[in-house]
C-alpha cells in the first residue's frame, strides 16, 4: 500500500515539473515576439478593394399610374335604378267607365298583386318580364287604382272617368273557387238566345257585356264579374241574375261574396252567403233571381 502512495507521488511530481517548464517557455516567446512588434511599428491596414463607376446614362423618368377604381354610383343613380325595380303603373279611362291599368316592374317577373279601386279586388300576376295588361271596371269619377303586391312596394295611380254616369253596371266578387257567374238577359231575351249575356257569350249580340276578371291560377285569388249595360244601348227592362255551377270544388259549402251595383249615378253594396248545395247535385245549377232588381232603361 505504501509503494503504491509513492509512485503516484513521484507521478504527480513529475507532471508538474513538466507543466511548470512548458509555461516558462511559452512565456520566453510571447515576449520575443511583443517586443519585435514593437520596434517595428504599428502594422499597416489592408487596402480597400477598388470599385467601378456606376454611371447612369439615357434613363427615362415615368411616374406610376394611380390605381382605376370603378366609380361609385350616385344616390341619384342609386334612387333611379330603385325606382325602376319597384314598376310603374299607369292607368288611363277607356270607354264604358272602364279603367285601363298597365304595369312593368321587370325586376318583380311573376310576382302576384291585387288590383284594388272602389271596394273592387282583383288578383293577378306579372308575367315572365315583369308586365301586366288589363281593366277595372270604374265605380267612382276620381279613380283611384293600387296594385297592392305580396311583397309590398305597392304602386297607384289616379284617373278622372267622364263618362261613369252613362253607364249602368253590376259587380260580383268573391274569393277562390266559387262557381259563380252574372247572367243577363236583356230586352225579353231567353237563354241561349241573342241578349242572353254572360262571359261565354259573344258580344256581337248584345247590348252590354260581362267581363270576368283576376287570374284564377292564383290560390284564393280575388275574383269579379262584372255587367255593364251602356244607358242608349236600348229600351226596355233587362233582368241580372246570379249563378254557380254546382262542382267538386264548391258543393256542400257557404260561399261569401260582395255584390255592387252602380245605377242612378249611386253605389250599392251587399255581402252575400250562399248556400251550394251538397256534392250529389254536381253537374246542376244554382240559380239566384232575385238578388239583383232588374235594370230598366226609359226611351229618351
Known sequence: MGTRVTVLIVAATA????GTGLYMQQTADLQR???EAQSSGPAALPAEPETGKLVFQDVAFTSARPLERSPQSSADDVRA???SCDGVMLLSARPDALLQVDLSAPCRAGERFTLHHGGVMITHALDAEGKFSGVVPALVSRAVVIADFASGRDLDAVVTVDDLDTVERVVLQWQGESGLEVHALEFGATYGEPGHVWKG???SFAAGQVLSLGD???IAAQ???VYTLPKDAGTGAVSVSIEAEITALNCDR???AQLMEYRGDRLQTRDLTLNIPECSAVGDFLVLNNLVESLKIAAN
Do not use: G, P
Open 254 to 256: 257557404l260561399i261569401d
Open 33 to 35: 515576439a511583443t517586443a
Open 216 to 218: 284564377s291560377d292564383q
Open 201 to 203: 257569350s259573344e258580344a
Open 223 to 225: 275574383r269579379v264579374e
Open 15 to 18: 507532471v508538474c515539473a513538466l
Open 81 to 83: 335604378e330603385m325606382s
